[in-house]
């Protein structure tokens, strides 16, 4: 199976994210496309290059990858997903596209939960200075026990 990804955002990040997710997959160009949103443009012109877009992927099954739920470019993609060949998620980040690209082939239900667990495992916070730098706190234990 071979399923198609149309990532629908704000301009320039479709196409951003697109570009980043090839440098790592340059392979996956044709299963990946992208409508750049853009201000002030009509819904229903969105919606006709959305449909474009969708088409050159050349398949039936899509998973749709919006930056935000309620923004435009979802709302967009709503009308283009039936919920059973082509889905959407909303909140698109590289983890997530880099995850779906990575197991496009399989089911589009395998394929949905993959991308899910890839956005979100994939944002995480991150220490401010090195773990040495940091002061420790009273209960944390001393991993250094065992050194002299």
Do not use: W
Not at 63 to 90: E, H, Q, W, Y
Not at 121 to 127: D, E, I, K, P, T
């Amino acid at each position: 199976m071979n399923n198609g990804i149309l990532i629908v955002a704000h301009a320039p990040l479709a196409s951003a994210l697109r570009s980043c997710v090839l440098h790592v997959f340059p392979d996956a160009a044709a299963s990946v496309g992208v409508l750049d949103v853009q201000p002030n443009v009509p819904t229903d012109e969105s919606l006709a290059a959305a449909r474009t877009a969708m088409s050159l992927l050349g398949t039936d099954c899509v998973l749709v990858l919006t930056d935000m739920f309620g923004a435009t470019p979802c709302n967009v993609a709503l009308k283009l997903i039936d919920g059973v060949n082509s889905r959407l998620i909303a909140g698109v980040n590289l983890p997530m596209l880099l995850r779906a690209v990575t197991y496009r082939n399989e089911a589009m239900d395998a394929l949905v939960a993959r991308a899910m667990a890839g956005g979100t495992q994939g944002v995480m916070q991150v220490a401010v200075t090195a773990p040495q730098n940091q002061q420790r706190k009273p209960n944390d234990q001393n991993h250094n026990d065992h050194q002299q």
